[in-house]
T-cell receptor
Framework: GENVEQHPSTLSVQEGDSAVIKCTYS??????FPWYKQELGKRPQLIID?????GEKKDQRIAVTLNKTAKHFSLHITETQPEDSAVYFC????????FGTGTSLTVIP | DAGVIQSPRHEVTEMGQEVTLRCKPI?????LFWYRQTMMRGLELLIY????????DSGMPEDRFSAKMPNASFSTLKIQPSEPRDSAVYFC??????????????FGEGSRLTVL
């Protein structure tokens, strides 16, 4: 099956700085890579996704990059704000949704 | 649509008791997933259904866990007998498309289970 590794497990940044979270996957058949944000005590919600035929996708302050050759993808958040503080999960999907172990992001005002 | 609805939101029980968690997926979604979330292991897929049929239950930890989906609008996850290590948040999620067709997962609010 798929193995998704996510780093770092915790990340603290100053408000206004950028945050980068990286994930690697093992199954070359994976073709869809979503990112979910989970605020404290809430449900995970999709924030951005990328498909295997695209190398980069951007939505306002959030961007995701994918390197299929190296089997890694990253989430980039620019101009971070306190409301970005949450746990972020990456996932790689082929025949199943495999989630990474999560990154707890804290944005310090 | 009200989204994915789970009940109960919180459950505290004693070791050995039976626990039943319930889920109502979004209408029209053919796929339903049960996940378990813990600090140590993150989000683990337990089982998923397509059109009420279990497709992959390889994530179900042991025979104490069972899941059913008697119709398109209802699913249950049962733990019998429960153990303290089952304490976790259990999420139900539904999707209009399966993993192979890149569908977004819509999660419920989760059921927080504490087994004493």
């Amino acid at each position: 099956g798929e193995n998704v590794e996510q780093h770092p497990s915790t990340l603290s940044v100053q408000e206004g700085d950028s945050a980068v979270i990286k994930c690697t996957y093992s199954d070359s058949a994976s073709n869809y890579f979503p990112w979910y944000k989970q605020e404290l005590g809430k449900r995970p919600q999709l924030i951005i996704d990328i498909r295997s035929n695209v190398g980069e996708k951007k939505d306002q302050r959030i961007a995701v990059t994918l390197n299929k050759t190296a089997k890694h993808f990253s989430l980039h958040i620019t101009e971070t704000q306190p409301e970005d503080s949450a746990v972020y999960f990456c996932a790689a999907t082929g025949n199943q949704f495999y989630f990474g172990t999560g990154t707890s992001l804290t944005v310090i005002p | 649509d009200a989204g994915v609805i789970q009940s109960p939101r919180h459950e505290v029980t004693e070791m050995g008791q039976e626990v039943t968690l319930r889920c109502k997926p979004i209408s029209g979604h053919d796929y339903l997933f049960w996940y378990r979330q813990t600090m140590m292991r993150g989000l683990e897929l337990l089982i998923y259904f397509n059109n009420n049929v279990p497709i992959d239950d390889s994530g179900m930890p042991e025979d104490r866990f069972s899941a059913k989906m008697p119709n398109a609008s209802f699913s249950t996850l049962k733990i019998q007998p429960s153990e303290p290590r089952d304490s976790a948040v259990y999420f139900c999620a539904s999707s209009p498309r399966g993993p192979g067709n890149t569908g977004e997962l819509f999660f419920g609010e989760g059921s927080r289970l504490t087994v004493l």
